[in-house]
DNA sequence: AATGAATGAGAATTCATTCAT
DNA sequence: AATGAATGAATTCTCATTCAT
């Protein structure tokens, strides 16, 4: 029982770590079962094929990290600390898994037939705790309420994966952490109650 | 004569157009042949291999951007004008050349064994009026000489690739020379004389 | 299990087949594959490329014919028996390998590459049977002394060489074995006690 | 006129040379092209194809053999001293052409398409002095009647191309002409009256 | 369920040959 | 006559996927 299950996180991490060097065409098969210590054709009981795969990535490690920032989420109390703490462990998830990232940021996010799945939608719905968070502000009355929540939520996601490409970019010249503070204010100056002036 | 040119044109802007949708690997030379409407053959009377085909991009569309922006800055007078204006090319280039930027921007850059073959050095080096510009302005005293002219010259063309990288990421949803004036101003805080504080 | 070596077999029977009819260049891979009665791509399960499959040719022959001339010898008596045993099932072996024959004598002795890879030492290494022949002669006072064993073993194969490749140049137009009396003769007035003049 | 005689001769040269280093399979038009300074194309107009051009090699080779060496039997009496004059030319041939014995010795000899299409034949057939020389010496009494002048020729030119293709095996690594006293001796013994026993 | 041998569809590349200029 | 650009068939090799054991 929790064999078969143990033996398809095998492959998964395995698949992780072989996409991640040299993207999806430039991996193979046999170097994903190789590492995984499994036959080439005992992937296929698990996942229907290599895109299958390899698409598979993205929706496990958003259960992961859903799963876990629940967690890092509870007993918060305030808009903005819940927020900031959103921020904190987005960007430490992201440090703690460069090579998912790669695969994210640099591989499936530029890649047409990606967004042609409308994986990466899912993905972002299922990232809810954020548009909770924003949806609790707006009726506590500390994030504006002229914008639509979705259109919030894509700012704050989107200044987060830009900050995390970035970073890839870079090949981890730097710590992804360092920005955490700069980010944050940026994203509470743009959600949060429009300054009078 | 000129048959030959425009026969080895056809086939780089062939090349552009598919390596631009799927990179390197997915593209294949039988589709770019197909599409230049010439012999897979003909294309290794004019290209090496592959990976010159790719190569041989950046290279062309480089001369290209050096010859325009020449004529675009004369005539014009003083640095910050000149900046200005490289500025508006630099972001006219890509916003008219999207394909190009990403197989500059997402996949020559990213990859490790481009920075290797240094052409990406080479393309640097060949962007000189950037580096003529800042010398000129280090001279008439509008541009900071406490930092060297290298430096400068990487400060300016690293926040050019980034505002256009983060552009092709989002796929063109938004126009690039929207934030021609933020950037023109960032840049000019930048390299100009610093602050008196 | 079984079957796996069966095909392995397969493939380098077929292989020495057809690489003697046209060499390597001639050869085609597909040819070898329809030969064998595999797919192409079977093939480099078993090999890793073409000049690997070449190259494993006399390395699997020259085992064979080691182990088969280790039993041809058990039993005789004195050096002259056993010479005279190893130089007719020399002749024999190539007699009954023609194929064999041609690839070893007439493409891959007359090729640099080959003499580079140094499988051709291993193979005369290989054959070591000669080398303790020639040894225990010596100890036994039927071979000279006055020259080492390594340059006798050199002449022993070296006459057997050429006469092999001289009746393959003929296409067999004669018996290979019709020799078999004179060369033992000249090879044992070679490497034998030298004449009391 | 003989500018046009001049390029196919041009052409035969330089496929000689090309051809002598890797075979027929892997020379190319175009490398004999540019050695012999012409375009690829005007190669079709002097031979038919590729292969046309190779066999061409010893047609024309031939013909210079067989006129060269008629001058130097010119005046010799004595039909042993015309042999000896024969292998002397034939041997100093081969050392001064050695490219060209590769290509007859090591390539067609070897190849059975060679041998279909009967070139060979024609070869032996045309070197036609060794038959007059055997037949006057039948006729004056010094070679042997027993044996077909045929047979006695085949005799002749095999000892002679064993002898060549020998040296070339081992890349010239001795002089040819060194074996000319034991290789006249022991043609001579072989066609000349049967020893009185 | 698991295996891994076998498959065969492509992909890059080479090069003899043709043909418009 | 000469050229050399263009062709496209053929070749080696890779690898996702299937299937008998």
Known sequence: MSK????????????????SKGGFRNSSISEIARRANVAE???????????????SIPIQKTIEFTGEIDLHLQGIRGTFNQIRKFIWYYLYFFKTNPEYGRIL?????????FVKTKTYNFLKKSISQILQIIEEGQNEGTIRKDVNIYILRELVLGILEHVVTRWLLQEGKYDLMEYYEDITKSVIDGIGLPRKA
Chains 1, 2, 3, 4 share one sequence.
């Open 4 to 19: 078969k299950i143990a033996t398809k996180q095998a492959i998964l991490q395995a698949a992780i770590e072989v996409f």
């Open 41 to 55: 054709g005992s992937i296929y009981r698990y996942y229907k094929n290599k895109e299958d795969l390899f698409f």
């Open 105 to 113: 940021m640099l591989e499936m996010r530029v890649s047409r037939s």
